[in-house]
């Protein structure tokens, strides 16, 4: 079965410095894979998609990697804010062809000021 | 537009009880998912359903959950006989359609069973 694996549980970096935050998986490779921010409390929110044939996808101060060959993701955000303090989560389509998700437990990231 | 939303936002009861949470999906998403998330744990997937067909029941842990949904509309996932392995947070998502794979979640409802 697949397995994701991010790279840490937390990470705690400097206020202006990039984050960068990973995700591997295993055993699969999926046609596309997504970050999702999840606040405290709250329900995962939708941030960036990227496709098996795209290397890289950019929204404002973020960007996503997609290597299919080390079946890897990075998560970069630049010019990091206390506000982007979250867990982010990495997720893959559940298998060929189905609508569910799969994900990973999350990286904790807290941006110091 | 209003977002997906859930009730109750909290449950706690006591073990071997029944409880019902209820998912309101973005109006006209056709794709409607259930997901438990454990303490400390990643999202696991439950159930989803599309339309009329049928649903998608491969996440289901155990037969004590069921659920179920009118149509396009709102879904209710039932947990009978609850155990204490059941305290969770469950966690409803809805998408446009079959395809549109960006989901949009709810709060989520926070079970505890005693």
């Known amino acids: 079965s697949q397995k994701i694996e991010q790279n840490s549980e937390a990470l705690n970096i400097q206020e202006g410095k990039t984050a960068t935050l990973t995700c591997n998986y295993t055993n699969y490779s999926p046609a596309y894979l997504q970050w999702y921010r999840q606040d405290p409390g709250r329900g995962p929110v939708f941030l960036l998609l990227?496709?098996?044939?795209?290397k890289e996808k950019r929204k404002e101060r973020l960007k996503v990697t997609f290597d299919t060959t080390l079946k890897q993701s990075l998560f970069h955000i630049t010019a990091s804010q206390p506000a982007d303090s979250a867990t982010y989560l990495c997720?893959?389509?559940?298998?060929?062809?189905?609508?569910?998700?799969?994900f990973g437990t999350g990286t904790r990231l807290t941006v110091i000021p | 537009g209003a977002g997906v939303s859930q009730s109750p936002s909290n449950k706690v009861t006591e073990k071997g009880k029944d409880v019902e949470l209820r998912c309101d999906p973005i109006?006209?998403?056709?794709?409607l998912y259930w997901y438990r998330q454990r303490l400390g744990q990643g999202l696991e997937f439950l159930i989803y359903?599309?339309?009329?067909?049928?649903?998608?029941k491969s996440g289901l842990p155990s037969d004590r959950f069921s659920a179920e949904r009118t149509g396009e509309s709102v879904s209710t996932l039932t947990i009978q006989r609850t155990q204490q392995e059941d305290s969770a947070v469950y966690l409803c998502?809805?998408?446009?359609?079959?395809?549109?794979?960006?989901?949009?979640f709810g709060p989520g409802t926070r079970l505890l069973v005693l």
């Open positions: 359903f599309q339309g009329n067909s049928a649903p998608d």
């Open positions: 998502a809805s998408s446009l359609e079959t395809g549109e794979e960006t989901q949009y």
């Open positions: 997720a893959l389509e559940g298998q060929t062809g189905a609508n569910n998700l799969f």
């Open positions: 109006s006209g998403h056709t794709a």
């Open positions: 990227i496709r098996e044939n795209e």
